[in-house]
């Protein structure tokens, strides 16, 4: 068995001052490097870097023992750029596209896991090489700039006698989501409908990504039909529990967003008896019943979510929502006020922080009034 290593790979904006403090754009977290191919590593890195530097941007390389616990760098990184300490590492293939959740939160910004096998033989890959340029780009919302990269990773394959199918797959996948968030839906539908063209029935590669992608555009061009009969499929490729799940509480989402509620729930029930124990699952499946306004119901499988876990942070600020928008003639506001101070407690920093602060000192605001 050979060695493994690992690397961050920070990409920075061209241009700066030696000796001035520069903001990294992202750090990106190279795994599972094989010994074996670690010459080619250099080659792969100076490859990534060139393409790069024509776009504006550079590498610092970065060895991945000097990363801490937390996920964060301990030490100035390379000093002579006077990187600041503490920063962030993120892992290539994972980062978060603001601009997609913003479109819809059902959509999947990123696919999987970043195909990392950077040789073919005694042969670095030139597609893997601009694909992973391609990829960089996206992920700090360049698609001005990935696409390119990302198109000619996909002419690179189809160039070949057998075609890299997972390397064409990404690069069709983020293709898809650069068209889908420029608005071009029919370009964006093209790409999908691809990726899922290009894999072999027997391949081993996760199809969720862009089948669920694909399926909300056809929902958005009033194909319903064709989405959900794709997420069916989906459902039945499925071969253990938890993809199973994951699948299901995205075709959940699919139904909700189509107004198809009792499918949406019943999704959702289906996903809790295969995996009873997450508390997740409960709250998610209190926010599809509260599309049918049924106040008790979705407050059982609050209280349910913290009776598994009574730290979950996201069940005590979406129960803190339910409490403070009782039926009439409930006055749930102390409860409220309540659940929005516990979640802040455990998710001061967290995706919802703010909405509950808010909430919290208008509740506050109101019970203060009320005692006078």
Same mark, same amino acid.
């Given at each position: 068995? %050979? ?14 001052? &030696? ?5 990294? *754009? ?5 795994? +599972? ?21 024509? +776009? ?22 390379? %000093?002579?750029?006077? *990187? ?10 994972? %980062? ?28 670095? &890959? ?17 698609? +001005? ?8 990773? &996909? ?13 064409? %797959? ?118 599809? *019943? ?83």
């Amino acid at each position: 068995m %050979s060695l493994q290593l690992a690397f961050v790979v920070i990409l920075l904006c061209a241009g700066g001052v &030696r000796g001035q403090e520069l903001t990294p *754009i992202y750090a990106y977290y190279l795994i +599972d490097i094989d010994i074996q191919y670690f010459d080619y590593y250099g080659e792969f890195y100076s490859r990534v870097n060139e393409l790069l530097n024509k +776009d504006g941007y550079r590498l610092v390389e970065v060895p991945a023992h000097e990363i801490n616990e937390n996920a964060t760098l301990d030490i100035h990184v390379i %000093s002579e750029y006077g *990187i600041a300490d503490g920063l962030e590492v993120g892992v290539l293939g994972f %980062s978060m596209n603001e601009t997609m959740r913003e479109i819809s939160e059902v959509l999947y910004p990123t696919y999987g896991y970043f195909y990392s096998r950077y040789t073919d033989g005694d042969q670095l &890959r030139d597609e893997d090489v601009v694909l992973t340029v391609g990829l960089m780009l996206y992920s700090i919302d360049h698609c +001005d700039l990935a696409e390119h990269h990302l198109l000619r990773a &996909r002419d690179i394959s189809r160039s070949q006698a057998t075609i890299p199918v997972r390397v064409f %797959s990404q690069a069709s996948f983020y293709l898809g989501n650069c068209e889908l968030m420029a608005g071009h839906y029919q370009e964006a539908q093209s790409y999908f409908e691809d990726n899922l063209q290009i894999v072999p029935p027997d391949y081993n590669i996760d199809l969720v990504e862009p089948t669920t992608n694909l399926a909300w555009l056809y929902i958005r061009n009033q194909n319903q039909e064709t989405a959900f009969q794709l997420m069916q499929d989906l459902v039945a490729a499925q071969d253990d529990k938890y993809s199973l799940v994951r699948v299901l509480r995205k075709r959940s989402q699919l139904y909700a967003l189509a107004f198809r509620f009792e499918e949406a729930i019943t999704d959702m029930d289906a996903a809790i008896e295969l995996d009873p124990d997450n508390p997740a699952l409960y709250v998610e499946r209190g926010q599809r *019943i509260l599309l049918l306004y049924e106040w008790d119901r979705v407050l059982a499988d609050y209280n349910r979510a913290l009776e598994l876990n009574p730290n979950y942070a996201d069940a005590y600020y979406y129960r803190g929502v339910l409490y403070a928008s009782a039926p009439e003639g409930v006055d749930a506001r102390a409860e409220a006020a309540a659940d929005f101070r516990r979640y802040l407690e455990l998710a001061p920093f967290g995706t919802h922080a703010e909405d509950a602060a808010r909430y919290l000192e208008q509740i506050e605001a109101q019970l203060e009034a009320i005692d006078r």
